[in-house]
């Protein structure tokens, strides 16, 4: 690695140290951090959850679900847009994408419809990261994430900060295929999987909670699985 990517390195470790050290009490007191009373089964997760949500059945398999598109991106013409309410809007291309700390981590994921595929092994960048390239203001609060397909999902800042959130471009060894979500998706390993955007093409910071395309259709917007937190609550936004 060259000094000057040395000094990038550090820049962005700092800079996500800072912003940590700004949302860890949010953080902590998320429920898949803090719940005393978590649903499940099975021995603890790494969070001290059980490693079976509630309602869960695990597969080996990992089923494809989407909107019915799937929009092929190649890499020279992939994009990641994060603007909103940011210091610093940037967008980054695939080899400036590459270029940033590369993060391997195993967590399992969990689809709202009742299946889990555990301790799947991911490399990709960690949305903190991103976040300590950009910024956020003190105003931002959520995150709604746009992929190619058309596809928006909103996630709460503490949820997407968490260490275990990444835009994944390598699962088990692989490049991170078509159907879920190649060249790049993200991943929310504690909240249901529908929240990882596949596809990812737009990370936009919000000063309000604004709800994406299956919360706007029946769906919860915390999306907490050791809750059973599918359904929306019908909570007027």
Known sequence: MSEDADDKERRIVEARRKLMERWEQRMRDTPALSDARPQGSGPPNRHGMPKLPVGQTVTKKWPV????????????KWQLKIDGAVEQPL???????MALPQTTDTSDFHCVTSWSKMDMTWVGVRF??????????????HVMCHGYDGYTTNVALEEALKPDVLLAHTVDGHELP?????????ITPQLYAWKGSKWISRIELLT???LGFWEMNGYSSTAHPWRDDRYSRLRGL
């Open 208 to 210: 309000r909670e604004k």
């Open 65 to 76: 679900l989407d909107l019915g598109r799937k929009p092929i991106v190649p890499k020279d």
């Open 91 to 97: 967008t980054l291309d695939w080899a400036a994408f």
């Open 128 to 141: 903190a990261d991103l976040m300590a390239l950009v910024h956020p203001t003190p105003a931002a609060v």
């Open 178 to 186: 078509i159907e879920h979500g190649g060249p790049v998706r993200m």
